[in-house]
């Protein structure tokens, strides 16, 4: 079988309304599928004014917005008119991106039409509760994603480090790699931008420690803020710059008095704004992979990061930055202290983080992912 064979119906939670490190690879997927001659239909909720167009042919599905993260859709189903599309596509594969409602409606239907089905893993669902106060739900909704998860004939995770834990946590038998790769035309050392920093208050021989996504608490933006906290307490010189917009902003912006906010940016004038911040800093838990550690490696930024799934896998502890356990404020402070205070160091790690992302092509990672649907349909057919 080739690729040029595949036919897959891809269910989305958010393909393209809100943008976000997971629906960006799953477009970059269709796009490399497409161009292979492969057939993707795309079903997910939809809204008049989307945040980018998508790639390949998208059907909406029904969808309401989801009470306190109103940007934010969450898909009611499976109704006739969608099961009948899906009939007419005739896909060879089910490809489910988030557990959702229609997602779960998506896999019952494939299970009684007898196709392989694969489930991508873009984001740790089960550690969002912690940040609303509502941490005592964990245990309940891993095990509501274990079953979602088992019903599928596969997995793909991006990173080793996500891989062992969706094993640990008893998730599938059979999860396969789906990396990230990086667009070197826009992440690169070369985008920095002295004029566009003064131009924000950062002078030449200041240090920038960035913190770039979108503004939700799931990023860790309140571990973000108590570090700096910190890092001013013990008088280390710095300058904060946050790329991003995003529900929490108002918050953020209260927490961190003096930080440099250049909203969202997107294109080659995020890789000017990322290429022109000296440290990265990324607490966040929650992710998979982080492509946002990635681009900010391209563009030759240490990063200093939480020691979890994602950064753990891209991240080399030393070499091209400092991997933190995620215990608290104060040892994000001491890492990110050694960086603004050693021009040497920052040039080191910043240099060996910009070499490692070379190692990330998106053509040769989505082929994987190409190769992972023919390894389930060809099972299937034995």
């Known amino acids: 079988m080739q690729t040029s064979d595949l036919r897959i119906a891809l269910f989305s939670g958010n393909y393209n309304y809100v943008r976000d490190g997971a629906n960006q690879a799953l477009n970059r997927l269709v796009e490399y599928l497409l161009r292979q001659g492969a057939k993707v239909r795309v079903y997910a909720p939809t809204i008049d004014e989307p945040a980018f167009e998508p790639q390949g042919d998208l059907v909406s599905l029904p969808s309401v917005a ?5 940007e934010f859709r969450f898909p009611l ?7 009948n599309d899906i009939e007419a596509f005739n896909p060879n594969i089910l490809h489910v991106s988030s557990p959702d409602v229609s997602a779960h409606r998506a896999v019952s239907w494939a299970r009684d039409k007898h196709l392989p089905i694969l489930a991508s893993v873009h984001t740790r669902f089960e550690t969002y509760p912690r940040y609303y106060g509502l941490g005592f739900t964990e245990p ?10 088992q019903r599928c004939d596969g997995l793909v995770a991006p990173s080793e480090s996500q891989i062992e834990t969706l094993r ?4 599938h038998h059979d ?7 990086v667009d070197r035309t826009i992440f690169a050392s070369e985008k920095r931008d002295l004029a566009w920093r003064r131009s924000l208050g950062i002078e030449d021989d200041d240090v920038a420690i960035v913190f770039l996504g979108r503004l939700v608490m799931e990023k860790g933006l309140d571990i973000f803020a108590e570090t700096i906290v910190q890092l001013r307490k013990r008088q280390i010189p710095h300058k904060v710059l946050v790329i991003g917009e995003g529900p929490a902003q108002k918050w953020f912006e209260k927490a961190l008095p003096g930080g440099i906010f250049a909203g969202f940016q997107t294109g080659p004038d995020l890789g000017r704004a990322l290429a022109s911040g000296d440290i990265f800093f ?15 490696m391209a563009c030759g930024l240490p990063v200093v990061a939480a020691g979890a799934t994602g950064a753990a896998s891209l991240v080399l502890d030393g070499e091209t930055g400092t991997l933190v356990p995620p215990t608290g404020a104060e040892a994000f402070a001491e890492a990110l202290a050694r960086y603004c205070t050693d021009d040497g160091l920052r040039a080191q790690q910043g240099a060996a983080g910009e070499k490692r992302s070379l190692e990330y092509s998106w053509d040769a990672i989505n082929q994987a992912v190409a190769d992972t649907y023919i390894r ?6 034995k």
Do not use: C, H
Request: proline share 6%.
């Open 168 to 171: 640990e946590q008893e998730m």
């Open 175 to 181: 999860i396969s790699i789906w990396s990230r790769g």
């Open 376 to 381: 389930l349909i060809e099972a299937r057919q």
């Open 282 to 296: 990324n607490p966040s838990i929650t992710e998979t992979f982080g492509n946002v550690t990635l681009e900010a």
């Open 66 to 70: 989801i009470p306190g993260r109103s």
């Open 77 to 83: 189903g499976l109704p006739d008119a969608v099961k």
């Open 140 to 149: 309940w909704l891993e095990a509501m994603l274990r079953r979602f998860y």
